[in-house]
């Protein structure tokens, strides 16, 4: 099962993504899966694009990604809700049509950075100045 949370702002702009497993069958051969890889893959690399955003994210095993906005400018906002809008609903549109194959959450309203792992990493190495 491929399991996606999604952390939206007040403005409903995407704070942070974390993405993980697979739909069921052979690698390479489930539709939902390709659908999920791609929806999530494209919306990373455009995000990753942007040199006005600060973007962090990992991608370090297959089946897994975890992405985060820690900042936009106030001007960019309605286009991150734009592309933040896309990707929630293809991934519930997809969700919807295969629920035994994908779960989607979202939390709504966040303030700052939620916890991740790959937050904690990078305040652990401001710690100890690496």
């Known amino acids: 099962m491929i399991r996606v949370e999604l952390w939206l702002d ?7 993504l974390r993405s993980h497993g697979h739909a069921p069958g052979a690698a390479g051969t ?7 890889s791609a929806l999530l893959g494209s919306s990373a690399r455009l995000l990753a694009a942007q040199s006005d955003l600060k973007i962090d994210g990992t991608a370090d095993r297959e089946g897994e990604l975890e992405l985060v ?7 960019r906002q309605p286009w991150l809700g734009g592309v933040t809008g896309l990707l929630l609903q293809g991934l519930e549109d997809i969700a919807r049509g295969y629920p035994d194959q994908i779960r989607v959450s979202v939390t709504r309203g966040v303030l700052g950075i ?5 937050h904690r990493k990078e305040q652990k190495g401001d710690q100890d100045g690496t």
């Open 10 to 16: 007040r403005a409903e702009c995407l704070v942070r």
């Open 30 to 36: 489930n539709t939902v899966c390709a659908a999920v």
């Open 69 to 75: 906005v820690s900042a936009c400018p106030s001007h």
């Open 114 to 118: 939620p916890e991740t792992p790959l």
